[in-house]
Each structure stands twice: as C-alpha cells, then as structure tokens.
T-cell receptor
Framework: DAGVIQSPRHEVTEMGQEVTLRCKPI?????LFWYRQTMMRGLELLIYFNNNVPIDDSGMPEDRFSAKMPNASFSTLKIQPSEPRDSAVYFC???????????FGQGTRLTVV | GIQVEQSPPDLILQEGANSTLRCNFSDSVNNLQWFHQNPWGQLINLFYIPSGTKQNGRLSATTVATERYSLLYISSSQTTDSGVYFCAVGTGGFKTIFGAGTRLFVKA
C-alpha cells in the first residue's frame, strides 16, 4: 500500500477563496482523521470518521470548515471562505479498529494570503 | 477533556547519548501512541502501546496505564533521531489527542 495520500502538498490561495484538501486513506482502514498543525496550537484533531460516518467534529473551528467522506477511499476537507488564520499544515491519518497505530499522510501546507 | 503533558519540552543530546522522554495523561486511556516528526514534517508512528513495554531497535517504550504515564527511551542517539516526538492518547473510542511534543536535537 502506498500509505495515506494527501493532495495537494502545497496550496496558496487568496483570502475569501474556497479551498479543498483531499485524502485517500490506507485500504482496509475504517477510521480517518483530519488534523491541523500550527506553531501556536500544535496538532489539533478537527474531525474523525468511522466507516465513512463523522463521529466527532467538535474540533472543527468554524462553520467555514466542512469535511466529507463519500466512500471508504476518499475524504475532503473544505474551507469556505478561507482566511489568513487558516494557514497551517493539514494532516490526514487513518487507522484500523482492530488496533494499532495511525498512519499519517505527508500533509498539505496551506497558506492563505 | 483529557490533558497530555510531555517533558522535557526541548532536549539537546550529543550523538551516542541515551535519553528518556515522558508523557503524562490526566485520565484513563484506551490507546497510546508515540510518533516522530522529522525535520521535513513527516509524522512517523513509532509505537502503539496502551500498556506494557515494546522495543524496536534503539527505541523502546513503556506505558503504565494505572499511573497514567508513558516513557520513550532512545539509546545511542543518532543525528537522524532529531525532530519532535509526540505522545498521542485516545479516550472514548478512537478520538486521539496529541501532546505538545518534545523537540530533540542530536549533535554530531
């Protein structure tokens, strides 16, 4: 397996634009997580899914953020409209309910100017 | 919510030295993981260790769940060990919360 795949790796956008981040989890994993990493706040859990169903979205900062998982092999995190304070590295991770560690993608570095 | 505290926040070692990183957590957990974030930002899982002891090469980890702490041991450190080490704990299912990390720099 190629691991967790995120795209794009880097995104620069203007304030007010819509941004969509994408994630393909490891095949067979039934949990998917979205994290945001900043210097000030560290690694924050935004939302996680089990079997494509959102379980806990309490970490989503505002209504401008939304996440979907239409099938077991794809998830998106959307920010609309984007703001400069959304600039961060966004990670996607997946794991299995049978136990074991989570595996992280390489992250998307988002810069909102 | 659960609090995760890691110590020390920063650590500088001479190559070849040993070190112990600590993770304290404020409530019962059903999973605990250690990760290494390398200087390029990649997060690599090291151990899944909700309890007991595991070893992988120069690294080992011990979790004492009843006393709410975990330790990560690095022996014979190398410059490639540099980066940030995170402890992450899970409660109430698979909700996983990260500590602030220990930043390690190994000097050649």
């Amino acid at each position: 397996d190629a691991g967790v795949i995120q795209s794009p790796r880097h995104e620069v956008t203007e304030m007010g634009q819509e941004v969509t981040l994408r994630c393909k989890p490891i095949s067979g994993h039934d949990y998917l997580f979205w994290y945001r990493q900043t210097m000030m706040r560290g690694l924050e859990l935004l939302i996680y899914f089990n079997n494509n169903v959102p379980i806990d979205d309490s970490g989503m900062p505002e209504d401008r953020f939304s996440a979907k998982m239409p099938n077991a092999s794809f998830s998106t995190l959307k920010i609309q409209p984007s703001e400069p304070r959304d600039s961060a590295v966004y990670f996607c991770a997946s794991s299995s309910s049978t136990g074991g560690s989570a595996f992280f993608g390489q992250g998307t570095r988002l810069t909102v100017v | 919510g659960i609090q995760v505290e890691q110590s020390p926040p920063d650590l500088i070692l001479q190559e070849g030295a040993n070190s112990t990183l600590r993770c304290n957590f404020s409530d019962s957990v059903n999973n605990l993981q250690w990760f290494h974030q390398n200087p390029w930002g990649q997060l690599i899982n090291l151990f899944y260790i909700p309890s007991g002891t595991k070893q992988n090469g120069r690294l080992s980890a011990t979790t004492v769940a009843t006393e709410r702490y975990s330790l990560l041991y690095i022996s014979s450190s190398q410059t490639t060990d540099s980066g940030v080490y995170f402890c992450a704990v899970g409660t109430g299912g698979f909700k996983t919360i990260f500590g602030a990390g220990t930043r390690l720099f190994v000097k050649a």
